[in-house]
């Protein structure tokens, strides 16, 4: 029986009976792919389900954790890694995914633990390479490059290893499967087959997969939604320093981040991030701020800068966000312009959070406030100052969440003035800080005036 002919868009997956030019979903030009519509009478090979257990009689001790002893990597899973679970790692190309893959796996050999590396990029000769100059060499990895879905699943009965390891899901291929490697569906279907394995194995899998220039999972999306955890690995490549970020965990909080830096020997964990990303700050300048930004359970204190300067483009200034959301930045300005009558409208804003970092919680309002501010009217600030607030549409001053754990991080750094909202006076535990209380917006307004 002849098969029906199925065009998919490899952006977005959308699938059409005929070509066309431009995707009608994505509007991406010359994306679709044809393929053969797959063949609803063929049956594929499947092993005899598992009855239902109670959930009584399950030992949780399967899901125990594992530490590889790489600090910063085992805090952004949660604290290890879940057994039987599937994570993937996400990053732009030359950031590290690889070396840091190859370091978790030399670790797990030294615990006794069997990994089997695959890659669809590079040939054994060249991830050996690699391992030398990462001084890595354990007969408990084990290399297998450039082959087919159907391959890697017969040499996982084969070795039976305690961690697979797949660099990158979209090279692999399968002879089932119909679409062109890389594609949606092929992703799909390969993914979905790997995490079943996974699931009746009792494997660990790492997956890496390559980030679109959007900046998202190649996808794209379809693959954070299968699996236990999403990890992107960030950071340029002409710096030494790369973040780990957890967008999804289903084991451990989201948003945790772990730092690292690049050397001559690989990643090297950073003990204490705090003073790696306020090491080259400018004190004294005007327009900054410090803010202990919640990441995870983990507060690092993060300078944010901004940049307020006359536009040249007369009723049209530009705003401009990295690391904040572009949209409550021009919520905050409407809110200065309206409580405090500063005519930001004539003027061009830039905010940057410093070190890559990626702030998203209300609580940083009252600190990009103050550097919005201070920036305008050419103010020095006190360097000493952490500020945490968030701050309403009628210009009051919100409490926030974690002040208690935010506090005694600014502490261990060596920050004693702080600015707080006046509805959390009950968190003033030590006679030697300095704590001013703001209510609202023109208060705070007036005291950096003085």
Request: aromatic share 8%; proline share 5%.
């Amino acid at each position: 029986m002849k098969h029906a002919s199925l065009f998919e868009c490899i952006e977005c997956g959308f699938q059409g009976p005929k070509y066309y030019g431009r995707c009608p979903q994505c509007q991406a030009w010359n994306s679709l792919v044809e393929s053969a519509e797959p063949d609803e009478t063929e049956v594929a090979d499947s092993e005899p389900g598992r009855a239902p257990q109670k959930i009584g009689a399950i030992d949780p001790q399967g899901i125990s954790r594992l530490l590889t002893g790489m600090d910063e990597f085992d805090r952004v899973l949660g604290g290890g890694i879940v057994a039987h679970s599937v994570i993937l790692i996400g990053g732009e190309p030359g950031v590290g995914k690889s070396t840091l893959l190859l370091e978790v796996s030399a670790l797990l050999s030294q615990k006794g633990k069997r990994v089997l590396y695959y890659s669809g990029e590079e040939s054994a000769v060249q991830i050996k390479i690699r391992a030398e100059r990462l001084a890595v060499n354990s007969d408990d990895i084990l290399l297998f490059t450039i082959g087919t879905l159907e391959d890697l699943q017969r040499h996982v009965k084969e070795i039976k290893p305690d961690f697979l390891i797949v660099d990158s899901i979209q090279t692999i291929s399968s002879k089932k499967a119909s679409s062109l490697s890389g594609s949606v569906s092929s992703l799909r279907y390969v993914t979905a087959s790997i995490i079943e394995m996974a699931k009746r194995s009792g494997i660990t899998v790492f997956i890496i997969g390559h980030i679109t220039k959007e900046g998202q999972l190649a996808g794209p999306k379809t693959l954070e939604h299968m699996v236990d955890a999403v990890l992107y690995f960030q950071g340029e490549t002409q710096a030494d320093i790369r973040l780990l970020r957890a967008e999804k965990n289903r084991f451990g909080p989201v948003n945790e981040i772990g730092i690292f830096q690049m050397t001559e020997k690989g990643l090297v964990s950073v003990k204490d991030p705090c003073q790696v990303l306020l090491q080259n700050r400018r004190s004294q300048a005007p327009g900054t701020a410090i803010f202990p930004a919640m990441n995870g359970l983990r507060p690092l204190l993060t300078e944010i800068q901004a940049l307020v300067s006359e536009s040249p483009f007369a009723g049209n200034p530009r705003r401009i966000a990295i690391g904040f959301d572009n949209y409550r930045l021009s919520m905050l300005l409407s809110i200065i312009e309206k409580k405090l009558k500063l005519p930001f409208y004539k003027s061009d804003v830039f905010l940057n959070i410093t070190g890559g970092m990626i702030i998203r919680e209300p609580a940083a309002d009252l600190a990009v406030c103050s550097a919005l501010i201070a920036s305008y009217k050419n103010i020095s600030a006190n360097p000493n100052a952490v500020l945490m607030g968030e701050v309403g549409l009628t210009g009051e001053i919100r409490p926030i969440s974690f002040l208690e754990t935010r506090l005694k991080e600014a502490i261990r750094q060596g920050f004693s003035n702080f600015c707080l909202p006046a509805s959390q006076r009950q968190f003033a535990i030590n006679q030697d800080l300095s704590v001013f209380y703001v209510e609202n917006i023109v208060d705070f307004y007036q005291a950096m005036k003085k």
